[in-house]
Nanobody, 123 residues
Framework: QVQLVESGGGLVQAGDSLRLSCAASGQTFSSLAMGWFRQPPGKGREFVAAISRSGASAYYADSVKGRFTISRNNAQNTGYLQMKSLKPEDTAIYYC????????????????WGQGTQVTVSS
């Protein structure tokens, strides 16, 4: 099984950028599709972005398209979420997760999750 640890969250101003990291250990990271999800205060968990095993394909929620970029470095067993032009609406706990079957926008398809990292965007 794979262990995931997110990092890079923090408090930023609207319009700022932030990069989240997801460090993987255990199961071979390159064999797993990866996704990012978030849970805003008082709301349920929602899809943010997903990337295929090789990094050749990526998918984004409409709310972040054009602002966020998902990537991965399989040699370093690490995934990333580069966030630009952050808005207060992006405030949430961000989670990374992995999927052995393939890239998916459904959180139920992911079998391992990190502990989450808090992103707070002030206006």
């Amino acid at each position: 099984q794979v262990q995931l640890v997110e990092s890079g969250g923090g408090l930023v101003q609207a319009g700022d950028s932030l990069r989240l990291s997801c460090a993987a250990s255990g199961q071979t990271f390159s064999s797993l599709a990866m996704g990012w999800f978030r849970q805003p205060p008082g709301k349920g968990r929602e899809f943010v972005a997903a990337i295929s095993r090789s990094g050749a394909s990526a998918y984004y929620a409409d709310s972040v398209k054009g602002r966020f970029t998902i990537s991965r470095n399989n040699a370093q067993n690490t995934g990333y979420l580069q966030m630009k032009s952050l808005k207060p609406e992006d405030t949430a706990i961000y989670y990374c997760a992995v999927n052995a079957r393939g890239t998916s926008v459904r959180d139920g398809d992911y079998f391992a999750w990190g502990q989450g990292t808090q992103v707070t965007v002030s206006s």
